[in-house]
Structure formats: C-alpha cells, structure tokens
C-alpha cells in the first residue's frame, strides 16, 4: 500500500495550529485538534503527531525542557525553517488554506466585517491585516497559556496581544510571535505608552512617572508591588530579548 505523505498545504495548516494552541493541551481529543484533522483529512492523532513534531524544533520548548516529539520528518523542518522568519506570510497563506477547505471566502472563514468598501486592493490590504492580527492575537494567548505575563489575568476578553517592537517600528517582525507579550488591558496601556517596561533579563520596570505618582492601594497593588518582578515566560516562542532591549531603550519612560 502506497504511504499517505503529508502534503506541503497540510503541514502549513499544522505549523499554523501549532501556533494557535498551548503546547501542553494538544493532544489527540482537543476540540481543535479534532476539527482541523477532519478538514485536512488526517486523523486526530496524524495531526496531534504533527504538531509534536514541530515543537522538537521550537528552541523556547526546549529551553524549558519541552521537547516535543523525538523523530519528525524532513517536510515540516522545511515549513519551520521557510515561514518561522516569514511570519506575515505563513498568518496568511495559512488562513487563506483553511478558508479554502471550508469552502469559505477568507473575510467569512476569518469572521472579518469591512462594511461596503468595494472590491480591490484596499480591501484586500484590510482584509489581510486583520486576519494576520487575529493570528498573531491567537499565537500569543496560545504561547502564554491564556494569561497575562504580569499578572496572572486569565480572562481572554480583558487580554491584549501586546507587541513589544511597535506595529509601525518594524514590519519585518511585527507577527513574529517572539515579538509580543500577553498583558491584560491596563498593563497594555502602560507598556505601549512607556510607563512599563520588561528588560532583556525579563524583569517588571515601571517608569518613574508611576513610580512617582503611586498613591492608593490599588496603584500600589498593580503597579508598584511588581516592581523588579519577572514576568510568566511563555511555554513557547519566548520574548525576543533583542525587542526588550529595543522597547527598554526606546519606548520606557525611564
């Protein structure tokens, strides 16, 4: 009997599922492991082996020794190494795939609303960066387990995926997972507008101009009492200290 190989399409489909699930709830029976499968038509356990697989090539798993699955095959250390610098790309085409096995356009499939802007490239721009943002949202809650890195929030609705090298700074690296933390909405605030910041060594520094201002409990609770506090690393695609730096040098209002 001939072997069923994986398909280029079907292994970009996992790397993207491998990025929108926390490492350690992946197996055989979550409810995306199971609805994904069916649409690539593998089993359960295919792509749950699947996504094993790519986490024996995630370097941050292995820091904190996760090491994934001990034999992968060839294909998806291609797809790790073509798109994990390429992270705008592979949000994209991925999403355009699953749309596609739906039998979806990518706005519905994506659940994207533009109104009535007509058909052509404004749209399609619009279109592509939501999508794309909605990817790097689902990556980062994915990578910190649902929480906030500071502290502790668990409630998805008030979480925020929070670039550290801003939107605008660098496109290159803008959904590049290792550039973004997960901060409930307050901390969010704070760490865009330089009020926070996490350095290289991932520590909590607040700026003087809250640090200077902190009166009240509350003040005190959320802000000065994590003062030189390390934040809750992620299970996966840890904080690029090279982005810390930037934000800490740049952005912190020290």
């Given at each position: 009997m001939a072997?069923?190989?994986w398909t280029r399409e079907q292994t970009i489909i996992a790397f993207n599922i491998y990025c929108k699930i926390p490492f350690k709830k992946c197996s055989k029976s979550h409810p995306e492991i199971i609805k994904y499968s069916g649409l690539i038509g593998r089993s359960p356990s295919a792509l749950n082996m699947k996504i094993g697989n790519f986490g024996r090539l995630d370097p941050a798993l292995r820091k904190r020794g996760i090491v994934g699955l001990a034999n992968g095959g060839k294909l998806e250390e291609e797809i790790w190494n073509e798109f994990h610098g390429d992270w705008d790309r592979l949000a994209f085409e991925s999403e355009k795939l699953l749309a596609k096995l739906q039998n979806k356009t990518i706005e519905v499939s994506s659940e994207i609303t533009?109104?009535?802007?007509p058909q052509g490239e404004?749209?399609?721009r619009i279109v592509k960066t939501r999508v794309n943002q909605q990817f790097f949202r689902s990556a980062i809650l994915a990578s910190y387990n649902q929480k906030c890195c500071v502290t502790g929030i668990n409630l998805p609705q008030l979480l925020v995926a929070s670039h550290i090298v801003p939107w605008s700074q660098n496109i290159k690296?803008?959904?590049n997972p290792q550039n973004g933390l997960c901060l409930n909405?307050?901390?969010d605030k704070a760490f865009d507008t330089g009020l926070m910041t996490v350095t290289p060594d991932y520590e909590i520094k607040f700026?003087?101009?809250?640090m200077g201002s902190a009166s009240g409990a509350e003040i005190k609770e959320l802000f000065v009492g994590?003062?030189?506090g390390k934040i809750i690393l992620p299970e996966k695609f840890l904080p690029n200290k090279e982005f810390l730096d930037y934000h800490y040098r740049n952005i912190f209002k020290s």
């Amino acid at each position: 009997m001939a072997k069923n190989n994986w398909t280029r399409e079907q292994t970009i489909i996992a790397f993207n599922i491998y990025c929108k699930i926390p490492f350690k709830k992946c197996s055989k029976s979550h409810p995306e492991i199971i609805k994904y499968s069916g649409l690539i038509g593998r089993s359960p356990s295919a792509l749950n082996m699947k996504i094993g697989n790519f986490g024996r090539l995630d370097p941050a798993l292995r820091k904190r020794g996760i090491v994934g699955l001990a034999n992968g095959g060839k294909l998806e250390e291609e797809i790790w190494n073509e798109f994990h610098g390429d992270w705008d790309r592979l949000a994209f085409e991925s999403e355009k795939l699953l749309a596609k096995l739906q039998n979806k356009t990518i706005e519905v499939s994506s659940e994207i609303t533009i109104g009535n802007l007509p058909q052509g490239e404004e749209r399609e721009r619009i279109v592509k960066t939501r999508v794309n943002q909605q990817f790097f949202r689902s990556a980062i809650l994915a990578s910190y387990n649902q929480k906030c890195c500071v502290t502790g929030i668990n409630l998805p609705q008030l979480l925020v995926a929070s670039h550290i090298v801003p939107w605008s700074q660098n496109i290159k690296e803008r959904l590049n997972p290792q550039n973004g933390l997960c901060l409930n909405s307050l901390h969010d605030k704070a760490f865009d507008t330089g009020l926070m910041t996490v350095t290289p060594d991932y520590e909590i520094k607040f700026s003087p101009i809250v640090m200077g201002s902190a009166s009240g409990a509350e003040i005190k609770e959320l802000f000065v009492g994590r003062e030189g506090g390390k934040i809750i690393l992620p299970e996966k695609f840890l904080p690029n200290k090279e982005f810390l730096d930037y934000h800490y040098r740049n952005i912190f209002k020290s």
